[in-house]
């Protein structure tokens, strides 16, 4: 029989939701205490047909997924705006770049240019860890690669350039404590972008 | 014969988009100079049925259209976080209050708990005039009703409380300026959110 690979050490209240919806869940956390207003964006489908029965609701008879333009999460967290990717590895030693596509980085470069706090959660799924990696140096990284740039992140320049989010149980990913410092080291670098 | 309504005057470069058409096409605008990244909410569906037919694109076979639980666009702008719906009326004198729902007038009161800049786009159809009107006042009027206020929010406090829109060609509706002075607005009374 096939070797299975030994699994990662269970993750602390793990009742086997995948990411995204762990990150749903939080941020249902997040708005319930007037913490965080973010949502997932839904997938956006081009709609080819659709039934009006009488006497109930319209029904979507054919429909196909689009590629989304944008991320996967947006919202408003204390005046700022947020706007992320949330993305798995299985890798232990760095983060491929293949996960990104140009669409989401030329979105990521665009809400940059207009201040808003872009980032993506990373989850290092053999490692059982979580990052928050801002945009800024993940664009360098992605630009790069046209100049013959490695074509993934180390785990190590994550662990210094990203903000490391601990598992817990109320919110489960409880990612605005990482959001707080990567808006303080943005305010180091450049003052308050409202205060011009 | 049915008697037909005269027809409002035709408005300036009119080709016939609706509102929605003419504030996505506004975005774009937006989005390719760099002004502003703002996205109308793709409506969110339940999809039930879906098909993978071999070598080609997934197909969904049945779904059905879900009560938004928020407003129709979001984005950023200058660091702020925008926040809007789209509405429009018939009426000459006011704007009924029963364009809005419930959920939506929350959604409105959690991100301007979080400091994000919420407004409506309202026209008045038959008067051919567009406005900027901010979340706070429109909230006002909605918690009045249940005690006994009016249904509608006179014209002449839309056009003192809000910030008029006048239609143009590059971009068709160009609200950033309205949004300009509603922040301008804020910040007199509030001082800069970001500066606490
Ligand atoms: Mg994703
Ligand atoms: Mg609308």
Redesign the interface.
Known sequence: PKKQMPRSRTRFDNRGMSLEEEINESNQFY?AR?L??V?K?????QIVKVDYPKRS?????????RQP??TDY????????L?FEAKETKNIASFPLKNFHDHQIE?MR??L????ICFVIMRFVSLDRLFIYPASPLIVYWDQQASGGRKSIPLSQIETGGFEVHYALKPRIPYLGAVDQLIASLTIQKG????Q
Chains 1, 2 share one sequence.
Do not use: M, W
């Open positions: 708005r007037d965080a207003v949502y964006k839904p997938i956006p489908l609701a319209a029904v979507i008879k054919e429909a196909y997924f333009s944008t947006n919202g408003v967290y204390r005046g700022y705006y706007d979105h665009r809400c240019r207009q201040a808003g308050d972008h409202h205060g």
